[in-house]
């Protein structure tokens, strides 16, 4: 709509409701009519242009909403705005809005008087109500007013609030209880629609329509109905939780209305959530403490062969001063090595070391879980996310939240697993299947893996982005055929937990013996080293220690025992590795290959074929 200014001043002239022109963009009133300035109270000689924001009170916020719908739409209309008059009055109105294109950003607004509004649409309905028939309207008056007469002082003295309402929703009576509960009077409450006022909206929020009213449906469709899961509002706008029961009541059997008997339950509906939010969290916790009192006990009734890092070689010292470097920040750790050279024990050290350790060391061994079953160990579970999640259950990140997370055989995981796990752990939340509550995450990780980094990700065993995440701090465990001067600080330290443990005597270690075990390649590291000694342990007697090393290989200490020099084992080896070679075709890893022939790990025999400089024409030569 576009018009000159003098056109706007005669279209507002002719209109019979207070009109206005706002110019949004300055805030301003460009024109107005009498009938505007006679409900605002403006003073006749206050011409415009005039500020419009002074007649909005604390409405501001909303009116820039409406004035926003306003121009997307090009007209709207809102009750919800709070006008105040140049006098400080505060003026009820039903707004309508257009969109002026003239001048740009300017709106006509036309304002309805809401009281006056009711005062007509009251004069209607009680038009209405002679033309009805007044004698009928007597009728029910006397009837509600006896009714009040003869129970006042009972209704009065009851502890629950108790009213009425007539077949038209309007409100007869009023108790003491019910007055004092909701904040209003009997003049607020007699004779109005009491739905509207005290039971107009949802605890969330949402309108509570009157044909919807369970209240409302005892008087028309003669029905009692109780409910414990609604709200009524108090006067000053506060919500409170109430049980009640409505019941239809008859004059001359002629359904009249209904009575409310209702009670405040706000106080045992909170109490009944605290309480539900108290079992939760004892149930959370209980599941918690059973898992990691599960986890502790495993530790302690594990058969690891020992708990501290033994040896002096340079290797050792390097790891230990890695871990102290480490130990006290949260800082991701990645422990490689081969199978059996002390990953665990690593791990074990840095938390130990760290500012976490009073809580347990949460060790999830990542291959130990079927597919199926890893993302729940893992993440954790609700009751019924699953078919056969039948209880609530935490997952390893969840039981080392505020301790230490050691995922061994990292690259053992599946891919998809994988991904949820970088995402929980740069999210710093954790979310159980089948529910949809994150929860913090503060967790220090350790990580560890057999296969070389590099290697696992080219052969998609590990995805990059996790390496790039957990390989913050590497720490490398140097096989024991690398470091065989630790060998006999290990053997004594070895023997001395098994036979405490076995209640054995403890052999004497010769110096073939020692030998022996320094000839030994030792593919299973330490954790072969453990075994061997532990059976040695046993066979021995308490004597000269019994050695079985390798397949069926053994040693006794006796004099008869063939002899050969450190060169020659070497050599033998190496001539080993080379026979392997020519049968396996040259092939070093998979089926058939040189690895699985010598029983080692492709990763041991690689390594022997750099220390050996053993290279493809020494085995095609000798073919």
């Known amino acids: 709509m576009a018009l000159a200014n003098g056109a706007i001043d005669s279209f507002l002239t002719v209109l019979p409701k207070a009109a206005l022109v706002l110019d949004t963009a300055t805030d301003t009133i460009v024109a107005r009519n009498d009938a505007a300035a006679r409900l605002l109270e403006l003073d006749p000689d206050d011409q415009p242009p005039m500020r419009f924001s002074t007649l909005l009170d604390r409405s501001l916020p909303r009116f820039i909403v409406f004035a926003e719908e306003v121009d997307h739409r090009g007209d709207s209309w809102t009750r919800d705005l709070s006008l105040v008059s140049a006098r400080g009055r505060p003026v009820r109105c039903e707004i309508l809005a257009s969109r002026l294109t003239d001048p740009p950003g300017a709106m006509l607004l036309l304002l309805s008087d809401l009281d006056a509004f009711e005062r007509r649409t009251a004069m209607t309905e009680t038009a209405e ?20 007469r003869e129970n006042q002082l009972i209704l009065n003295a009851a502890g629950e609030g108790i009213y009425g309402v007539n077949a038209e929703g309007k409100t007869t009576f009023v108790n003491r209880a019910a007055r004092e509960m909701l904040g209003w009077t009997a003049e607020d409450l007699l004779g109005r629609n009491i739905h509207a006022i005290i039971h107009h909206h949802h605890l969330n929020g ?3 329509p009157a044909h919807e009213c369970k209240i409302y449906e005892s008087f028309r469709y003669d029905k009692i109905n109780r409910t414990d899961s609604e709200v009524f509002w108090r006067k000053d706008g506060k919500p409170i939780r109430v049980e009640y029961v409505s019941t239809p009541i008859y004059d001359q059997q002629v359904l009249v209305g209904a009575v409310v008997i209702f009670r405040d339950i706000t106080e045992r509906k909170e109490n009944e959530r605290k309480l539900q939010e108290a079992l939760e969290e004892v149930r959370s916790l209980r599941d918690k403490l059973e898992q990691e009192n599960a986890y502790l006990q495993e530790a302690i009734s594990s058969e690891r062969a020992h708990h501290d890092i033994v040896g002096t070689s340079s290797a050792i010292k390097q790891i ?25 024990l690593v791990a074990s050290a840095v938390h130990k070391a760290g500012g976490r350790s009073r809580r347990a060391m949460i060790h999830f061994k990542c291959g130990s879980v079927s597919a199926e079953d890893v993302e729940a160990e893992l993440l954790g579970q609700v009751r019924g996310a699953f078919p056969g999640s039948i209880r609530d259950k935490p997952g390893k990140l969840e039981l080392a939240h505020g301790g230490t997370l050691f995922l061994d055989d990292i690259s053992e995981l599946p891919l998809g697993t994988q991904g949820r796990l970088l995402h929980a752990l740069q999210s710093r939340s954790v979310t159980r299947l089948g529910d949809t509550r994150a929860k913090q995450l503060d967790v220090h990780v350790i990580a560890a893996m057999t296969d070389p980094p590099v290697e696992a990700v080219k052969s998609g065993k590990l995805r990059e982005d996790l390496l790039f995440f957990l390989n913050v701090f590497p720490i490398e465990c140097t096989p024991l055929r690398d470091r065989l001067e630790d060998l006999p600080l290990l053997v004594a330290h070895l023997l001395d937990v098994s036979c405490r443990r076995l209640n054995l005597p403890q052999p004497k270690v010769t110096e073939r013996a020692m030998r022996q075990l320094m000839d030994y390649p030792w593919p299973g590291n330490i954790r072969e080293l453990r075994n061997v000694l532990e059976r040695a342990a046993i066979v021995s007697g308490g004597g000269k220690i019994v050695l079985e090393l390798g397949a069926g290989r053994s040693g006794s200490g006796r004099d008869d025992t063939p002899m050969r020099t450190e060169a020659e084992m070497q050599q033998m080896i190496r ?3 080379l026979a392997c070679l020519r049968e396996a075709g040259g092939k070093v890893a998979g089926p058939g290959g040189a690895a699985e022939l010598l029983g080692l790990q492709p990763t041991t025999l690689y390594s022997r074929l750099r220390r050996f400089r053993i290279t493809e024409d020494e085995w095609k030569e000798t073919a």
């Open 129 to 148: 109500m002679y033309r009805a028939g007044l004698t009928e309207w007597k009728r029910a008056e006397r009837f509600f007013a006896e009714l009040e």
């Open 320 to 344: 230990r001063a890695r871990i102290d470097l480490v130990a006290p920040t949260d800082a991701t750790v990645l422990i490689t090595g081969e199978t059996g050279t002390g990953k665990a």
């Open 206 to 208: 949402d309108v509570y």
């Open 575 to 577: 001539d080993n590795i």
